[in-house]
């Protein structure tokens, strides 16, 4: 089945120590993104792709970036995780740019000590 | 940018009563309107979508309408079952194709 699939399910950090989430998709899908839900709140944008096309949210700190080295594999790079961004991370995708849709993964519930 | 409110934050109905929740949006160039089911530790499922050329549209159990002119849209599930507890968010379409979600409401169906 196509799928998006995110690994590993669960993450467990130290403060300030770099941590690499990965997002991988069979969709063929020219789009993905990356979104930060903290408990009981929406999905919130980080970062998307429009294939190689970067696009960063205004208030995505510094603090997250993403690598996207083909088309079905995305990373999303904490460089030095702080207590505030413990929280679940979302990836999905989208066919292409005029498509709505987004599809979301089963996402990475990080934790950080 | 987009400014979503949805109501209400949960709601509890007895198993085979309908359930109904609505979201408000403030662009009216706004076009495109998911709703997604988030179900514990999984990530959100698109369950119905609605397009502003649209006032309503239908899969199954649940029913999506939409209101231009007053900006909002609503969810309609009825003959609700144990399965359908779950978080449920709205989303709008902003610039490009950004989504800027509600803050959610939790479902709970007693049997």
């Known amino acids: 089945d196509a799928m998006v699939i995110q690994n590993p399910r669960y993450q467990v950090t130290q403060f300030g120590k770099p941590v690499t989430l990965s997002c991988s998709q069979t969709?063929?899908?020219?789009?993905m993104y990356w979104y930060q839900q903290k408990s009981s709140q929406a999905p919130k944008l980080l970062f998307h792709?429009?294939?190689?096309?970067?696009?960063n949210e205004a208030d995505t700190p510094d603090n997250f970036q993403s690598r996207r080295p083909n088309t079905s594999f995305c990373f999303l790079d904490i460089r030095s995780p702080g207590l505030g961004d413990a929280a679940m991370y979302l990836c999905?995708?989208?066919?292409?740019?005029?498509?709505?849709?987004?599809?979301f993964g089963p996402g990475t519930r990080l934790t950080v000590t | 940018g987009e400014n979503v409110e949805q109501h209400p934050s949960t709601l509890s109905v007895q198993e085979g009563d309908s359930a109904v929740i609505k979201c408000t949006y403030s662009?009216?160039?706004?076009?495109?309107f998911p709703w997604y089911k988030q179900e514990l530790g999984k990530g959100p499922q698109l369950i119905i979508d609605?397009?502003?050329?649209?006032g309503e549209k239908k899969d199954q159990r649940i029913a999506v309408t939409l209101n231009k002119t007053a900006k909002h849209f609503s969810l309609h599930i009825t003959e609700t079952q144990p399965e359908d507890s779950a978080v449920y968010f709205c989303?709008?379409?902003?610039?490009?194709?950004?989504?800027?979600f509600g803050a959610g409401t939790i479902l709970r169906v007693k049997s």
């Open positions: 999905a995708t989208g066919r292409d740019r005029g498509s709505y849709e987004q599809y």
């Open positions: 969709l063929n899908h020219n789009v």
């Open positions: 792709y429009y294939d190689k096309d970067f696009n």
């Open positions: 662009d009216s160039a706004s076009n495109y």
């Open positions: 609605i397009r502003s050329n649209v």
């Open positions: 989303a709008v379409k902003e610039y490009g194709n950004k989504l800027v």
